[in-house]
């Protein structure tokens, strides 16, 4: 075993607190964690962590080695980032977390291309509506839609995002077109309850921002899914642009409410904070920005 995965294996232990947690961040075994803390401490000559059934705590001569050690750390880990990206070309394994809906309707299409582009780099891409640690659970970079919260990463903005009230020509028929936000409390909408508050919808309007309070029978934890049962005319959807481009366009439905749309933050790439960024998340990274960077074909509103 080498001293510096020993360390490493420390360092992970102390962030995550506890074995199991550190051996998924280096993707090892809770066994192979524990060993490799044991060598490390048999190497030193001290102990490092008190142990019991329940919790790890560093002793003090462990805090003090932490303290140290995660600056070496991570000036060895800029050094190495700062040869490869100037000696290579990128390359090697890129773990990369996006949103279901996003990464398959738009995201797949451009990491197909980049990865046309970049041979040397492994893709493992997870499609997840859960918020990912990046830093606990290995992954090099995150896409995520809405606005940017995690002030521990940094965060690039691709493009703009907002979300379009929609409804079929059949509904629309049967019950009118809403002339204002308020008007939805009539009507029947069908809730997303991956929005952060499903039951209220927000708007933009002259006087400042408004919330409406909505009622519905379908409440679906999909944006798609949501698209999918107002185009068969069974009430409004509240939607993100990327994903009802394609509706509106064929005319399954139409777009309602549009001088009212709030604007909800945006897609972007984040990751870990570094002195030097390595270059298969910094190629990456350019990659993307360059793909967005002018108005996405599904910006139907323009902005």
């Known amino acids: 075993m080498d001293r510096l995965d020993c360390d490493r294996m420390f360092v992970a232990v102390m962030e995550t607190g506890s074995f199991a947690a550190a051996a998924l961040r280096l993707r090892t075994s809770s066994g192979q964690a524990s060993k490799l803390v044991s060598r490390l401490e048999a190497d030193l000559g001290v102990r490092l962590l008190n142990r019991t059934t329940r919790a790890l705590s560093p002793t003090e001569v462990g805090q003090a080695y932490y303290d140290r050690l995660r600056g070496i750390l991570d000036e060895f880990d800029s050094l190495d980032a700062l040869v490869k990206s100037s ?16 990464g398959i309707v738009q995201l797949v299409p451009a990491l197909n291309d980049f990865a046309a582009a970049f041979p040397e780099i492994e893709l493992d891409v997870s499609f997840t509506d859960r918020v990912v640690n990046l830093v606990d659970e290995g992954f090099d970079a995150a896409i995520r839609a809405g606005r940017a919260v995690d002030s521990s990463l940094i965060a690039r903005k691709l493009c703009g995002m907002v979300t379009i009230p929609v409804a079929s020509p059949a509904y629309i028929a049967r019950r009118g077109r809403p002339a204002h936000p308020s008007d939805l409390a009539t009507h029947d909408c069908i809730i997303d309850t ?28 999909n944006a798609e899914a949501c698209l999918r049962a107002a185009e068969m005319g069974l009430g409004i959807a509240n939607v993100p642009d990327f994903v009802a481009a ?30 030097h960024l390595a270059a298969k998340v910094r190629v990456l990274v350019d990659f993307l920005a360059d793909r967005y960077r002018d108005r996405p074909d599904w910006a139907l509103l323009g902005r």
Request: aromatic share 12%.
């Open 246 to 275: 394609l509706s509106l366009k064929s005319g399954l439905t139409e777009a309602l409410l549009t001088p009212f749309a709030e604007d909800f933050g945006g897609i972007y790439v984040l990751y870990p904070p570094g002195r």
């Open 194 to 221: 991956n929005f952060r508050d499903p039951l209220q919808w927000r708007f933009a309007t002259p006087e400042g921002p408004l919330a409406v309070a909505l009622r519905g029978r379908l409440r679906y934890s």
């Open 87 to 102: 000696s290579a070309s990128p390359r090697g394994r890129l773990k990369l977390t996006a949103p279901l809906t996003f």
